[in-house]
């Protein structure tokens, strides 16, 4: 089966709308979460990470659409477009589309939107992303809650290897909205601060909103500066409870094993670990126990929510991303918001943005419904 | 040699009535599918009390799921490797509009977690797995229609990495009052070839 490679990509975020920029601002430590009072948008203020409104319509305008767009369609559309120019990719009917999120455009489904009920549906988005940039095959739509950023890349390669497509786009994103805000509140899992990731006095998430993209290809004259291999992925289920994690880890640590199987490589050839890290009391938890029992307790290990917040259906793209860049500069970013840890078993949590060599990390998230995704990365150059 | 895949059995749910390969198992005069799929999962021997407080896509597929994996006869005393693949159009829009109407009206500004739980597609296959312990692959699409090629893709995908050795796959849709669930098994053994057109053949029928 051919390789298949990250390359070309984007971050459209709170701390900045393309990856170098965003990974400077990572370096620095500065965190995209901040008290959030906007009544156009949200009910209530919120602490979460939000992309400025002003600064995303002035970029989508330079791309002078001819129709009105969604809120979320726009932060997309944005970010496939950076991606696409800067791959020089011309699409044509062996380039794939893939969009990978949760809730999609959740926040017209109130009844004061100017767009029609019909919007809200994943696959009209899918339409919309499809005719902006002309792709010739439909959009595969994947909704498989907080996975669903890094089993997009899973998917994208299977669709390559099978020989389907030459090359995939996949653009992942969503929104802050009252919608999951009061879901969330209702489970009593939103922080009133800056999160705090496998701390011991973190009480819960911070939402935030991304869209991220990426070229996933086969071909090496395709590949960027910060390009990675994509060299074992697994997505297994807990079997255990929907909306809490399993106790013993057990959807995550398959996850991460067949993944290792699939790249033939042991744990402790893993650099580092890009985890899921949503400052729950049960997700932290529940990866310390995956982690010990995959003796991976010593390897330095981050989660990147306390700067972009919890970014659902995009997390998972965007935090691997990050660890692209990580790869390529070298950098271990600190995990934002820990102090001491706070789980049951032992983790080499990052406490400071340091330089050293890497060449290979491991990418992880979980979700409701007992989902979990890990996928294993080296960089080419 | 390359190994060859077959689809080993299929469930439909649709117009008030539930058929395995192709049999009608049940079927009934009642149009509103909360209480039709109560009296099918009744009728089925469904014994699951969990079941009813799953939201409507999720009892829509369960009971797909349940009668498929029931019939396969799968061993109980070893873990089964049964990969899951599903996808509709409405994604969890039934409970994401119920959602949202308890959210839109300040005054009663009660969200339930149970019901917040249910606005994800992929929660019907959480309670698949649960039911049967399945701690395999999984992955929620969303097609205009259903895609016999793209589950097809994926489903050989991971066939032929040894990423399962069988895979549930199907289309699982509700929306407004509408539904319709169809679900196959795909492994070696089995009659039917594993390709799109015999999957397309299976949907119509």
Redesign the interface.
Same mark, same amino acid.
């Given at each position: 089966m051919p390789n298949c490679y990250l390359s070309y990509n984007n971050i459209l975020s709170s701390l900045g709308f393309d990856t170098t920029s965003v990974f400077e601002h990572l370096k620095t430590g500065k965190s995209g979460i901040q008290p959030v009072q906007d009544p156009t948008r949200f009910y209530k203020s919120v602490f979460a990470a939000v992309i400025p409104t002003d600064t995303l319509n002035s970029e989508f305008e330079t791309l002078e659409a001819k129709h009105q767009y969604t809120r979320l369609e726009k932060m997309l559309i944005v970010s496939l477009s950076k991606t696409i120019k800067a791959s020089g990719v011309t699409i044509n009917n062996r380039i794939g589309l893939i969009i990978s999120t949760t809730k999609g455009n959740i926040d017209i489904l109130n009844s004061q939107s100017q767009f029609p009920n019909e919007r809200v549906y994943l696959g009209t988005l899918g339409h919309v992303v499809k005719d902006f940039f002309s792709f010739e095959n439909d959009a595969i739509v994947i909704s498989n809650a907080c996975v669903s950023g890094v089993l997009a890349v899973a998917v994208a390669k299977r669709y390559i290897q099978e020989g389907l497509y030459d090359a995939v786009f996949v653009v992942a994103g969503d929104l802050v909205s009252d919608f999951v805000i009061s879901g969330f509140n209702s489970f009593q899992a939103l922080s009133h601060g800056p999160c705090r990731p496998y701390d011991k006095d973190r009480i819960g998430i911070n939402l935030g909103e991304v869209a991220a993209s990426v070229l996933v290809t086969t071909k090496k004259e395709e590949l960027s500066e910060d390009a990675v291999e994509v060299l074992g992925e697994g997505s297994c289920n807990d079997a255990n409870h929907i909306s809490g994690p399993s106790r013993t880890g057990e959807g995550l640590y398959r996850s991460i094993t067949s993944a290792l199987k699939e790249a033939n490589m042991h744990s402790n050839d893993i650099d580092y670990i890009s985890a899921h890290g949503t400052a729950t009391a049960f997700n932290d938890e529940m990866e310390a126990i995956a982690f010990n029992r995959l003796r991976l307790h010593e390897t330095p290990l981050h989660s990147l929510k306390g700067y972009f917040g919890h970014t659902l259906g995009a997390s998972g793209l965007l935090e691997t991303l990050v660890g692209m860049q990580s790869l390529r500069q070298n950098t271990l970013i600190a995990s934002a918001g820990f102090e001491t840890l706070g789980v049951s078993k032992p983790l080499n949590i990052i406490t400071k943005t340091t330089a050293k060599e890497l060449r290979t990390f491991l990418k992880t998230a979980s979700g409701f419904g007992g989902c979990n995704t890990a996928a294993l990365f080296r960089k080419v150059s | 040699m390359d190994k060859t895949f077959h689809i080993s059995s299929y469930c439909h749910i649709k117009n008030n009535s539930v058929s395995l390969d192709g049999k009608l198992l049940f079927t009934s005069p009642i149009q509103e599918f909360t209480a039709f799929v109560k009296s099918a999962a009744q009728q089925l021997h469904t014994n699951y009390a969990k079941f009813y407080k799953m939201d409507n896509l999720s009892k829509l597929a369960f009971l797909a799921a349940d009668v498929l994996l029931k019939n396969a006869e799968l061993p109980v005393d070893t873990e089964n490797d049964i990969a899951?693949i599903l996808s509709n159009?409405? @994604?969890s829009?039934g409970t994401?509009?119920t959602?949202?109407a308890s959210?839109?009206d300040?005054d009663n500004?009660f969200?339930?977690?149970s019901v917040?739980?249910y606005?994800?597609?992929?929660?019907?296959?959480?309670?698949i797995?649960?039911k049967?312990?399945?701690?395999?692959?999984?992955?929620?699409?969303?097609?205009?229609s259903f895609n016999a090629d793209?589950l097809w893709?994926?489903a050989? @995908?991971?066939l032929k990495?040894n990423?399962a050795e069988k895979v549930l796959c199907g289309w699982v849709d509700f929306d407004d009052k509408n539904y319709e669930a169809f679900l196959y098994l795909v492994e070696e053994n089995g009659i039917i070839a594993h390709s799109p057109n015999e999957i397309k053949k299976l949907y119509r029928t």
């Amino acid at each position: 089966m051919p390789n298949c490679y990250l390359s070309y990509n984007n971050i459209l975020s709170s701390l900045g709308f393309d990856t170098t920029s965003v990974f400077e601002h990572l370096k620095t430590g500065k965190s995209g979460i901040q008290p959030v009072q906007d009544p156009t948008r949200f009910y209530k203020s919120v602490f979460a990470a939000v992309i400025p409104t002003d600064t995303l319509n002035s970029e989508f305008e330079t791309l002078e659409a001819k129709h009105q767009y969604t809120r979320l369609e726009k932060m997309l559309i944005v970010s496939l477009s950076k991606t696409i120019k800067a791959s020089g990719v011309t699409i044509n009917n062996r380039i794939g589309l893939i969009i990978s999120t949760t809730k999609g455009n959740i926040d017209i489904l109130n009844s004061q939107s100017q767009f029609p009920n019909e919007r809200v549906y994943l696959g009209t988005l899918g339409h919309v992303v499809k005719d902006f940039f002309s792709f010739e095959n439909d959009a595969i739509v994947i909704s498989n809650a907080c996975v669903s950023g890094v089993l997009a890349v899973a998917v994208a390669k299977r669709y390559i290897q099978e020989g389907l497509y030459d090359a995939v786009f996949v653009v992942a994103g969503d929104l802050v909205s009252d919608f999951v805000i009061s879901g969330f509140n209702s489970f009593q899992a939103l922080s009133h601060g800056p999160c705090r990731p496998y701390d011991k006095d973190r009480i819960g998430i911070n939402l935030g909103e991304v869209a991220a993209s990426v070229l996933v290809t086969t071909k090496k004259e395709e590949l960027s500066e910060d390009a990675v291999e994509v060299l074992g992925e697994g997505s297994c289920n807990d079997a255990n409870h929907i909306s809490g994690p399993s106790r013993t880890g057990e959807g995550l640590y398959r996850s991460i094993t067949s993944a290792l199987k699939e790249a033939n490589m042991h744990s402790n050839d893993i650099d580092y670990i890009s985890a899921h890290g949503t400052a729950t009391a049960f997700n932290d938890e529940m990866e310390a126990i995956a982690f010990n029992r995959l003796r991976l307790h010593e390897t330095p290990l981050h989660s990147l929510k306390g700067y972009f917040g919890h970014t659902l259906g995009a997390s998972g793209l965007l935090e691997t991303l990050v660890g692209m860049q990580s790869l390529r500069q070298n950098t271990l970013i600190a995990s934002a918001g820990f102090e001491t840890l706070g789980v049951s078993k032992p983790l080499n949590i990052i406490t400071k943005t340091t330089a050293k060599e890497l060449r290979t990390f491991l990418k992880t998230a979980s979700g409701f419904g007992g989902c979990n995704t890990a996928a294993l990365f080296r960089k080419v150059s | 040699m390359d190994k060859t895949f077959h689809i080993s059995s299929y469930c439909h749910i649709k117009n008030n009535s539930v058929s395995l390969d192709g049999k009608l198992l049940f079927t009934s005069p009642i149009q509103e599918f909360t209480a039709f799929v109560k009296s099918a999962a009744q009728q089925l021997h469904t014994n699951y009390a969990k079941f009813y407080k799953m939201d409507n896509l999720s009892k829509l597929a369960f009971l797909a799921a349940d009668v498929l994996l029931k019939n396969a006869e799968l061993p109980v005393d070893t873990e089964n490797d049964i990969a899951i693949i599903l996808s509709n159009k409405a @994604s969890s829009l039934g409970t994401d509009r119920t959602y949202q109407a308890s959210i839109d009206d300040p005054d009663n500004f009660f969200p339930s977690p149970s019901v917040f739980v249910y606005t994800l597609p992929n929660i019907c296959i959480g309670e698949i797995s649960i039911k049967h312990q399945l701690h395999s692959e999984n992955c929620f699409f969303i097609f205009d229609s259903f895609n016999a090629d793209h589950l097809w893709t994926n489903a050989q @995908s991971l066939l032929k990495r040894n990423k399962a050795e069988k895979v549930l796959c199907g289309w699982v849709d509700f929306d407004d009052k509408n539904y319709e669930a169809f679900l196959y098994l795909v492994e070696e053994n089995g009659i039917i070839a594993h390709s799109p057109n015999e999957i397309k053949k299976l949907y119509r029928t």
